[in-house]
Every structure is written in structure tokens, then in C-alpha cells.
Nanobody
């Protein structure tokens, strides 16, 4: 089992920045690829970003490319999502996940609200 706890969400204005964190426990963090997805009210869950086990490969959804940066610190068992130039359409609950060994684990999410 991998337990994931997201933090760092909040209410910000358009154009602001925010950094989300996802702290992992339970299994060897560095064995898992990590990702962020988000779900806005009334919409399906959307891929935001992912990072390989070593951190050397990253992926981004088209809507966040150039604005968001994913990173991980395997010594701290934490993955981060730096969000810059936030837009009202970035408003959503952001979920962290861990993938490895045929399993996917999810956190409970953190709410990001961007006001115009």
C-alpha cells in the first residue's frame, strides 16, 4: 500500500502561482511513477502531469504546458506541482497518484480555486 497526502491548495487570483505537494508513505517512493490529475466541478478527471521514477522524464497535459512544472524529491518521498500563471479554468480538485507494480494509488485531493 502507498498512502498519498496532497497539500498546498487554496484560493488564489488569476496570474498567481501555487505549489502543490504530495507526500507518500508506505512503500519505496522511488519505485513509483507519480502523477497529478484534476477534476473540475461537473467535469471528468483530467490528466495534468506525470513524472518517471527517477524524475528524468516528465509529461504534461496540453492545457498546462509551459505553466506547470512537476518535480520529485525521492529523499523526501514527495512530488510537487509548481503552478504558475494560474487561470480560472485551473480551478479543480487536484489529485496525486502513484503507479507501479500494476497498481495505482490515489490521494484524497486538494482544492485549488482561481478567481478572475
Amino acid at each position: 500500500q502507498v498512502q498519498l497526502v496532497e497539500s498546498g491548495g487554496g484560493l488564489v487570483q488569476a496570474g498567481d502561482s501555487l505549489r502543490l505537494s504530495c507526500a507518500a508513505s508506505g512503500r519505496t517512493f522511488s519505485n513509483y511513477a507519480m502523477g497529478w490529475l484534476r477534476q473540475a466541478p461537473g467535469k471528468e478527471r483530467e490528466f495534468v502531469s506525470a513524472i518517471s521514477v527517477s524524475g528524468g522524464i516528465t509529461y504534461y497535459g496540453d492545457s498546462v504546458k509551459g505553466r506547470f512544472t512537476i518535480s520529485r524529491d525521492n529523499a523526501k518521498n514527495t512530488v510537487y506541482l509548481q503552478m504558475n500563471s494560474l487561470k480560472p479554468e485551473d480551478t479543480a480538485v487536484y489529485y496525486c497518484n502513484a503507479q507501479g507494480f500494476g497498481m495505482t494509488y490515489w490521494g484524497k485531493g486538494t482544492l485549488v480555486t482561481v478567481s478572475s
